[in-house]
């Protein structure tokens, strides 16, 4: 842990251990059980524009890089769901934005976000039981939903509520743009300096600096 950025809190039996630049920010809003937060030394210029909720479980990590911004009731969330599954961890790396009432969810998985990325307002990372990794300078606009993790259908005689989940990487290369409301979906590898239309549903691997859009999304065009 990093020694000179935390408080160590015990409420209800409970161990809370707060980084004390974003304290005032974010505890009054605690959920659940909340083991570590930690902001990579030396961070600097953490904004925040109002509360945001964080729930940390055992032995997982959510790490910030320098000039992070978060914007109001953002949330995120890293904890292991299963007894006996790999812990979570989250890396904002440095200049990372969050708009307003963006959720960041990672359930025994991992998320790991490169430098200067923009994810906007109402969007969603969703990593169960996978990994989504993006790179640099990535602009992720308003509503847009990436997700390592779909439900089985294959058996018609089990309820797909039973069935379980398939779960596969994703990965957004340098440069990427995603256009507000598009849907990212488990498996997909986004080439560096592609560009997603609005409201498309990705659900195989684009190129580098191809053009994408509809449902399911197919090559517009490539960037000259």
């Given at each position: 842990m990093i020694k000179d950025a935390l408080i160590h809190i015990?409420?209800?039996g409970m161990?809370?251990?707060?980084?004390?630049?974003?304290?005032?920010?974010?505890?009054?809003?605690?959920?659940?059980?909340i083991n570590a937060?930690?902001?990579n030394q030396p961070a600097k210029k953490l904004r925040c524009k109002g509360l945001f909720k964080l729930v940390v479980g055992k032995d997982s990590e959510i790490l910030m890089?320098?000039?992070c911004s978060f914007g109001k009731n953002v949330k995120i969330e890293a904890y292991s769901c299963r007894k006996g599954m790999r812990n979570s961890s989250i890396l904002f790396s440095d200049k990372f934005a969050a708009g307003d009432s963006s959720t960041?969810?990672?359930?025994?998985?991992?998320?790991?976000?490169?430098?200067?990325?923009?994810?906007?307002?109402?969007?969603?990372?969703?990593?169960?039981?996978?990994?989504?990794?993006?790179?640099?300078?990535?602009?992720?606009?308003?509503?847009?939903?990436i997700t390592t993790s779909n439900h089985r259908f294959d058996s018609k005689s089990l309820p797909i509520?039973?069935?379980?989940?398939?779960s596969k990487d994703v990965f957004i290369g340098d440069d990427v743009w995603i256009g507000t409301k598009?849907?990212?979906l488990p498996g997909v590898k986004i080439g560096r300096g592609a560009v997603v239309g609005a409201g498309a549903v990705v659900t195989k691997d684009i190129p580098p600096y191809c053009v994408v859009g509809g449902v399911p999304a197919k090559i517009i065009k490539k960037r000259r």
């Open positions: 015990k409420e209800n161990k809370y251990y707060v980084c004390n630049r974003v304290l005032p920010f974010f505890y009054e809003s605690f959920l659940g059980r937060i930690r902001i890089g320098n000039e960041i969810r990672c359930l025994n998985g991992n998320i790991i976000v490169g430098n200067y990325v923009c994810l906007n307002d109402f969007s969603t990372l969703y990593s169960n039981m996978g990994k989504i990794l993006i790179g640099n300078n990535v602009l992720i606009a308003e509503d847009v939903y509520n039973k069935q379980g989940l398939n598009a849907v990212i």
